[in-house]
């Protein structure tokens, strides 16, 4: 039907209002553009305009004598971080994450193979209850939670007591590696934090990817010999990748940038996130913080392309 002829169909309206719903009809786009350009103001302006305000700072550098950021184009703030105490935070905080990314995909996949293969009605209601329902609790009180856990005093040294094992858990914290005489201010302790915050965001999208999987393939593997082993490396695992690398993106992003956990578990070794508070704030070196926050940024958009390729976006 021509526009013309729509037009002669139509009720006549009259009056601002009137008329402005005739443009918006005949102009769909005019439309979509109005009700887009709210949140893309203030997403360009508020969010990515203060990034890349932020990042622009990076390529600033402090006056040594002064303290006062000399605003002239160069590379010297990162150069800093190649320096070994600003590398050794940008090493930890990779070691971290992949870390985390690993123990995650380890334990969320036979949950999201359960899940995918054997739950059903109730049993899968009940399985997505008590995958999203630590979503549901305060972030600052999950983690003063596990601080009160891994504390001297706390439920998890007791247990290692009534077991008879504190000798165990005191050689443990003993390592070098482990970073404090304590859990609640150790490497493991951080650890075991940020695979228990970040591990609903590996479950779900690779339980996702499981259901996609057609049942009649793993039979058909089972009858054509292979063993279970087999039948999951080279059935179940290339197909079920996506949606773990899906998962390893929030896993390993958050883990990367994150401050509040390193703060409140960690030791005093510094992370990427406590790294950039520092510099920002109680050193006010704003163009360090700056360069510290393009290194998360870089490793992502390197891990986002390959897994792109990958196919991990048909996941999430």
Not at 16 to 40: E, I, K, Q, T
Not at 117 to 138: D, E, I, N, Q
Not at 304 to 314: C, V
């Amino acid at each position: 039907m021509s526009e013309v002829a729509a037009t002669s169909i139509l009720p006549k309206t009259d009056g601002p209002l009137g008329r402005l719903s005739d443009l918006f009809w005949r102009r769909p786009g005019l439309l979509l553009l109005l009700m887009l350009l709210p949140p893309l103001l203030w997403l360009g302006i508020i969010y990515v305009g203060s990034l890349i305000a932020l990042l622009l700072q990076s390529f600033f550098a402090i006056d040594d004598f002064s303290g006062l950021v000399v605003y002239e184009i160069t590379l010297d703030t990162y150069k800093q971080l190649l320096i070994p105490a600003n590398f050794d935070i940008i090493l930890r905080t990779i070691l971290m994450a992949a870390a985390v990314t690993v123990a995650s995909a380890a334990l969320g996949f036979p949950i999201a193979y359960y899940a995918a293969r054997y739950a059903t009605g109730k049993w899968k209601a009940v399985f997505y209850l008590g995958v999203m329902l630590p979503l549901w609790s305060s972030y600052l009180v999950k983690v003063y939670a596990w601080k009160l856990i891994l504390a001297k005093e706390g439920i998890l040294t007791w247990i290692f007591e009534k077991l008879h094992l504190s000798w165990l858990l005191d050689a443990v914290l003993a390592l070098p590696v482990i970073g404090g005489n304590s859990l609640s201010i150790s490497y493991i302790g951080t650890f075991l934090v940020f695979v228990y915050i970040w591990l609903p965001y590996m479950i779900l999208p690779t339980q996702a990817a499981l259901e996609r999987v057609p049942g009649n393939l793993i039979e058909a593997s089972s009858d054509l010999g292979a063993t279970p082993g087999q039948t999951f490396r080279t059935v179940l695992l290339p197909l079920a990748l996506p949606g773990l690398i899906a998962g390893s993106i929030f896993t390993f992003s958050l883990t990367l940038g994150d401050y509040i956990i390193p703060q409140i578990i960690g030791s005093s070794r510094l992370f990427i996130g406590q790294a950039v508070y520092t510099q920002q704030g109680t050193a006010g070196n704003v163009p360090l913080a700056a360069a510290f926050s393009v290194v998360p940024i870089v490793i992502m958009g390197v891990y986002l392309w390959a897994a792109k390729r990958m196919g991990a976006f048909n996941a999430l």
